[in-house]
């Protein structure tokens, strides 16, 4: 390779790494209230219709959040972005914004939607009184995939939140919501 082809190959990373956390800018994927408890709601219903045991455990959580579409991209770089609504007793009480970074061999875009029932009110005070809850931290919480859905019963629900990912669609080489980093926001 060239010093000319190395050089012309920084500057398309860095051009592109701009492109992707351009994509991520608050003013670019901010939605209203309304909007967001609307998505929300059209969310957790598509949820439910795919993954009973997510039903289940909505009948049991002290609260959910809801994050109907987060945003994903990179090369080498990379993150994501998305905004939700966390709803208790059947109503919305708080917005939030979840993001996250991470470099190393990535590339691709996607969309995919999150759910975390918060089952207890240890959790529900960490999301309160913390700046931001950064996931691997505080609070343990457990992406459900299939294996364990279908082992979920009222017994074997012991942890402080579960997470349930759906509607992935793009091109990303793997999908991990840990290290993701959720905030209280206003709408």
Do not use: C
């Amino acid at each position: 390779m060239t010093h000319t082809q190395s050089v012309l190959q920084r500057i398309l990373l860095i051009t592109a790494t701009a492109f992707s956390f351009a994509a991520f800018s608050p003013a670019a994927i901010a939605a209203s209230a309304e909007d967001l408890n609307a998505d929300a709601a059209q969310a957790l219903q598509s949820l439910y219709k795919s993954n009973p045991a997510a039903e289940q455990l909505s009948k049991k959580a002290k609260a959910i959040l809801v994050f109907p579409k987060i945003l994903k991209a990179g090369l080498v770089f990379g993150g994501s972005y998305g905004e939700g609504v966390l709803n208790r007793n059947a109503k919305h009480v708080g917005y939030y914004n979840s993001v996250s970074a991470s470099w190393g061999w990535q590339a691709g875009a996607e969309s995919y939607g999150y759910v975390v029932f918060l089952m207890s009110n240890k959790a529900i005070k960490y999301l309160d009184d913390s700046k931001g809850w950064e996931f691997g931290v505080g609070p343990s919480i457990v992406v459900v995939n299939e294996g364990i859905a279908k082992n979920l019963t009222s017994s074997t629900m012991k942890e402080d939140a579960y997470a349930f990912i759906f509607d992935q669609q793009g091109l990303m080489a793997s999908l991990s919501i840990e290290g993701t980093k959720i905030s209280r926001i206003k709408r």
